[in-house]
């Protein structure tokens, strides 16, 4: 039997992405992103839906001719249905079910937060795919989250934030230091070269699995208003020592509470999920747990771990196989539960 050939489509936030998968191997993986965001420092959603109006058809010609593949050729459609920004994905939902009905193939619609952990499938997303039950540390702009997956789609949020994400966190003191906008990977790249240790933040304490990132926030925004008045370059002085200490910081939340829930439910097996698994430092910190808690650890190629086509590619592949298809009276949905 052949495999069946599938276009991902993706555009949940503000990258429009198109990816075509035959079985797990990912074929084309092409992603539009939108930089109008960054003189306002966030993603704006009504600009948003307009840039990905404009991507989509050009983003997903290249799919095909980056895979060699031709319309005739696909098996089914699946599509980011939601959790996101409603306009954004109300962009890609039409056009897949538009396409779909031109085509005469199956429509496929796939969770968000689902794809971002069953991106670890794809074939060459790691030498080997987790096993289940595994541990998956789902952390981004939007969402932070850690997920025992039983199987592939029986899964289970054990902790989540109650307020910011952690990527939000990033983003957002990030702003508070006058860096541009994701200030995620700027933070990241310039505590490369800083002291994580020159500077401590208050840290959250909570008795589960949840997470709070919002007082972390507060606490470096306090900080750097007592520095700045006795010295107005605080910032540009320190600014290596300073984005090195709060990684540190989001870092320690995020993997005490994951070491917590691996020791409570005796499991192994971890992985790590969405944009913020491409830090350098939460890949250092659970590389390190190899030896020091005999894991297994899963860590996504960088371009899976931004929001990207191919992950959903791999979640309507699975689905295709289940015979799990959706109607063209389906509509997307900001929230969306796994």
Known sequence: MNEPIILGIESSCDDTSAAIINGNKILSNIAA????????????????SRAHQQN????????????????????AIGFTRGPGLLGSLLVGTSFAKSLAMSLDVPLIEVNHLQAHILCHFIEDANPMPPKFPFLCLTVSGGHTMIVLVKDYFDMEIIGKTIDDAAGEAFDKIGKIMGLD???GPIIDKLAKLGNPDAFTFGKPKLENYDYSFSGIKTSVLYFLQKQLKENPNF?????ENLCASVQKTIIDVLMK???????????????IAGGV????????AMQNNVEKLGWNVYIPKFEYTTDNAAMIAMVAKLKFERGEFTDLRTSATARYDM
């Open 33 to 48: 992103n939108q930089t109008v965001h960054q003189e306002y420092g966030g993603v704006v959603p009504e600009l948003a």
């Open 56 to 75: 989509i058809i050009p983003v997903v010609e290249k799919s095909f001719t980056k895979a060699n593949i031709q319309q005739k050729d696909i098996s």
């Open 181 to 183: 906008y994701p200030a």
């Open 235 to 239: 910032i540009q002085e320190n600014v």
């Open 257 to 271: 509470k994951l070491e917590k829930a691996a020791k409570d439910y005796d499991v192994k097996e971890v992985a």
């Open 277 to 284: 698994s491409a830090n350098s430092g939460l890949r250092e």
